[in-house]
């Protein structure tokens, strides 16, 4: 099963809840609390749009992107402007 | 009876329900679900924006593109900006 | 008594109903519908943006356009963007 | 006394109620009417965009344009973007 | 005391009434009147973009540009795109 | 303490209240009321886009800009395209 | 741990409340105020765009950015377009 993004989108997989705050970075859990992370799976095919690679963990809006299951994990397709930062 | 999409639009058939789940993908059926799929039936003559082709199973927002029946069958004309990725 | 649209608009003369299911197609009558099809009757001067020609029978969402009547019978001036496809 | 449109913009002269119908053209009264017909009077000095001449008499959606007054008869200010159809 | 208008920007000093009616124009002063006339008194810096020169009787929507007194006189500051039409 | 303004941005710096008439402009006080004037003090470094200079008494929009205090006193850092013209 | 912003983005940590007013700056405090000044901490890798550098300390409006929290300090992912000025 596989799910290949079109044009300058990216599939990333949801962390699980324990590994969003290692390294020391916190996202906020309150009602102002904005941004997640998550780790690339797949890049779409716009060579010039996509700044990220697979493996990166990569911090976005909360609300962008769609959601889907892939083998029961929560991924999401986003658009690359959609990414504000790497995290490493 | 052919539908020839024009431009960048691309015409698909809806999947019936059991072929939805097939190769461990899953679209959650919650109030947050927001993704389908289908399969690729006919394609504009934009060539540089068609990025699929025949045979495809592409995956989509829930509420882009227009419904139309096609003898019997659930069919939608979906932008090619509509869809996310090609599923295989 | 002729009407010749500009740029890149279409006129189209409606379908009676009659007509609507011919080849198997058939457009969903319930709220959720948003399509018609309509045979073109004139297009626009702009070559670069018009795909469609005379006697084309299109698609297009339901609420596209603006209504005209000639000699009595209903008739569209749609701008070649809301045409989805060409059936045939 | 002249009106001498600048740009893309064209002046028309609104036709009286009885000029309305000729040649088999009707536009419906219903709260669904949106378009209208006058005749062009002036138009502005872009070549590229100007696609109507003096006399022609232009169709456009009912809302379009800015309303004045010349010599007790009602003109309108129209863009070239406005005008859906030349009528002949 | 001098206003110089900047860019595209077109600087008008109001017509009194009884100005407004010269030549046989005449602006409906009813809730559908739309229309204003002044006459220009400084123009920009944009000569691409200035289509008028200081003296020309200009027509304008109502609601257009921002309001200054300038030595007890009502005066505006439009933009080039908000003036419809020269009057002679 | 300086302020650099960045892009098409110039920093203004507020005049008291018995300036603004000086030279026989006033800016009504009503509702209508929509413009004020301020004196540049420094601008960003877009030369293409930089139409005003260190010491120019300018009018903008009443609502424009971003307001800050320096060393006491009313400054607002406004965009280029906010400003209608030069007072001199 | 680190945050790399992606493209024109800029990553900022916030200051301290004592140190806002250092150089006779001063941000009102009431509902109208509307900028913040923190020190910028990385920025992305969009050249062209990029206009600060790191230690720089810029003003931006209050409610621009995604708000993270990075060793317990808050932080701010700005895009360029964000930020005011450079404040020295």
Redesign the interface.
Known sequence: ???????D?V?VKMEKEEEKTK??????ETA????QIAVVVAVG?DKDEI??KEKDRV?F?KYAG???????DDHL?LSMGD??????
């Open positions: 099963m596989t799910v290949k993004p079109l044009g989108r599939l390294g020391g970075l916190f996202i906020p102002q609390e904005k941004t095919d700044k990220v911090m809006d769609t959601q889907i299951k892939i083998d029961g397709i990414i504000l930062a790497v995290v490493s």
